[in-house]
């Protein structure tokens, strides 16, 4: 279970330049906004809400259900948001995915600068296919289904394939 989560994770470290955070590695640094233009907290808060349905369940889809509770979803969640640029300290996420989830996103959205919330579209975007990918390949290894595997990766973005199998090879050297 943790590979799972150091696969989503080793997808979305960002680069900084001057204290300035950039687009998180590997993802297009396509932007559809001016940078004076605003999104309202409205439109933030359902794209978030809509991450973290999804969130749950590819969890729930990949047995981590089993290990990891509410708040420790949560808090992986906030993981990913950390590291795209989102300022919040590790007591407050602890704090904040113990409480209501409607009061959490409104927190969270109100952490977010303009440039975050001008790509977090794009970032939730590019991790819902990063844990689709590595949820799929997971349980095509726990089947021990290697045309399932081989399918996955012939039809995935082969960035993210690659850098998935990459990681499952090493975890399972390791073990």
């Known amino acids: 279970q943790a590979i799972w989560l150091k696969l989503v994770w080793d997808q979305v470290p960002s680069a900084s330049l001057g204290g300035r955070r950039l687009v998180p590695k590997g993802a297009v640094a396509a932007m559809t906004l001016e940078d004076d233009e605003q999104i309202d907290d409205m439109t933030i808060s359902l794209q978030m809400q809509q991450f973290l349905d999804e969130w749950h369940f590819r969890v729930l889809n990949a047995n981590m259900?089993?290990?990891?509770?509410?708040?420790?979803?949560?808090?992986?969640?906030?993981?990913?948001?950390?590291?795209?640029?989102?300022?919040?300290?590790?007591?407050?996420?602890?704090?904040?995915?113990?409480?209501?989830?409607?009061?959490?996103?409104?927190?969270?959205?109100?952490k977010m600068s303009p440039a975050l919330r001008r790509s977090f579209e794009h970032f939730a975007l590019q991790l819902q296919l990063i844990v689709s990918t590595a949820t799929r390949v997971r349980a095509a290894l726990e089947e021990s289904d290697a045309k399932e595997v081989v399918c996955i990766v012939e039809e995935g973005d082969k960035g993210i394939t690659q850098h998935i199998l990459k990681q499952t090879v090493i975890e399972a050297a390791s073990q």
């Open 65 to 110: 259900a089993a290990s990891w509770n509410r708040t420790q979803t949560l808090v992986a969640a906030m993981d990913l948001f950390e590291a795209h640029g989102l300022p919040i300290s590790t007591e407050e996420k602890w704090e904040l995915a113990s409480g209501d989830e409607d009061e959490m996103v409104e927190v969270l959205v109100g």
